[in-house]
Nanobody, 121 residues
Framework: QVQLVESGGGLVQPGGSLRLSCAASGFTFSNYRMSWYRQAPGKERELVARIISTGDSTDYADSVKGRFTISRDNRKATVYLQMNSLKPEETAIYYC??????????????WGQGTQVTVSS
């Protein structure tokens, strides 16, 4: 029922750009904090960018600040990650995450299947 479907990954040259999308369904998207994570082979998953439910506040990993932009469209139930000036070391699987927590309800923590981003000449 709950689905997070990432798209937009692929092969890009160093210095190039990609826009990732994550389409959500099966839950009330506007209630959820949305995040992008990435994981390269042999490395731990790391948080790349995060946006609160309203879209009024964002956070970024220091390594991507100024180059990446996270945004969301609550009407379309979609979160985006615009990635500019990509570097080879940013080759990874990029995952979409949805999180909700309230004192009166169990938390929900959903993950997509990921989309591969390869930065190479």
């Amino acid at each position: 029922q709950v689905q997070l479907v990432e798209s937009g990954g692929g092969l890009v040259q160093p210095g190039g750009s990609l826009r990732l999308s994550c389409a959500a369904s099966g839950f009330t998207f506007s209630n959820y904090r949305m995040s992008w994570y990435r994981q390269a082979p042999g490395k731990e998953r790391e948080l790349v960018a995060r946006i609160i439910s309203t879209g009024d506040s964002t956070d970024y990993a220091d390594s991507v600040k100024g180059r990446f932009t996270i945004s969301r469209d609550n009407r379309k139930a979609t979160v985006y990650l615009q990635m500019n000036s990509l570097k080879p070391e940013e080759t990874a699987i990029y995952y979409c995450n949805a999180y909700f927590r309230a004192p009166w309800a169990p938390q929900n923590d959903y993950w997509g299947q990921g989309t591969q981003v390869t930065v190479s000449s």
